[in-house]
């Protein structure tokens, strides 16, 4: 048997460990898919009002997010068949981008058509949960800059909360550009360049 | 430089093969068989070989699925196999402190 020193063994353990867990646990395309789609329904929304054609709304937001859950969960399945590997911060991620979905859905759908508050409320409160989710996938993920995204969500929510009006359709649709399509996008990148140097 | 007391230390995981297979299954919850042997950087019958070891002892166990009619082997820690990993570095860390 070979004598290894225990502090060489102990550095060599750290180091497997720390390269195990940098395989990539997120790759974006979620965020790229939902980014799209309801920037394309903010935007639709938008100027469906400006032209008093609310008729549009009947077909466009369940068709959009349910094409969006359909998208999700063939891309998901997929993805977790072809996985090499399963880890636990996989699994809380998936589980906390789950129940956010289920959340902003309910809050989209339900919340609005009740009547229990005006529609010009789900974009802040969505806003708020995307806010809570970006700031666990940043920690699950590693990345400061994914947590830091966070704040862009909570201080839009903080202005469309303050001032409401229908420009908020036209800021959400900014935000989700900017914090949900385009972090998406580098997310993607990064998972492409640790796939190729696996 | 101090060695180890190899009367303390457990035999299946000490080896440089077996100890990084442990490691990268310690890090997460199941890895494949392509997977573990990327991070291990061995030969496949190397690997098939300590895995094998790992198995035998109860430390580590497979599961055997067809992917896209491919054979897949995803393995994983068990219980005894976390447990044996936690003992095995706390041996490590009172060889360091007795320093």
């Not at chain 1, 720390?18 to 935007?43: H, Q, Y």
């Not at chain 2, 060695?3 to 494949?32: N, T, W």
């Not at chain 2, 706390?90 to 060889?95: A, I, R, S, T």
Request: hydrophobic fraction near 50%; glycine fraction near 8%.
């Amino acid at each position: 048997m070979e004598t290894i020193d225990a502090q060489q063994e102990l550095v060599f353990i750290k180091k497997i460990m720390t390269d195990s867990r940098k395989s990539a646990i997120c790759n974006g395309k979620a965020f790229i898919l939902w980014g799209i789609l309801v920037t394309i329904g903010l935007l639709v929304t938008y100027f469906s009002i400006i032209n008093h054609n609310l008729s549009v709304m009947n077909w466009l937001w369940p068709s959009l997010i349910g094409l969006g859950w359909i998208i999700t969960i063939v891309m998901e399945s997929k993805a977790a068949i072809k996985s090499r590997t399963k880890t636990f911060a996989a699994k809380i991620l998936a589980y906390v981008w789950i129940g956010s979905g289920i959340a902003m859905t309910i809050i989209g759908f339900v919340g609005s058509v009740s009547g229990a508050f005006s529609g010009l409320y789900i974009n802040p409160l969505i806003s708020n949960i995307l806010a809570v989710g970006f700031l666990i996938t940043g920690i699950l993920y590693g990345k400061t800059w994914v947590s830091l995204i966070s704040l862009g969500w909570w201080v839009g929510a903080i202005v469309m909360f303050l001032w409401t009006g229908l420009y908020t359709f036209l800021l959400m649709s900014a935000m989700m550009i900017l914090f949900l399509v385009i972090p998406g996008v580098f997310m993607f990148k990064q998972y492409k360049k640790e796939l190729i140097a696996e | 430089m101090k060695e180890f007391d190899y009367h303390q230390i457990d035999d299946v995981i000490h080896s440089r093969i077996r100890l990084a297979i442990m490691s990268v299954l310690i890090s997460i919850d199941e890895a494949d068989f392509i997977f573990l042997r990327e991070k291990v950087k061995t030969t496949d019958g190397n690997l098939s070989t300590h895995l094998k070891k790992l198995e035998d002892a109860g430390y580590v166990a497979v599961n055997k699925s067809f992917v896209n009619r491919k054979p897949i082997s995803r393995y994983m820690l068990t219980q005894k196999g976390r447990k044996a990993f936690e003992i095995y570095v706390e041996h490590l860390e009172n060889l360091i402190k007795k320093k």
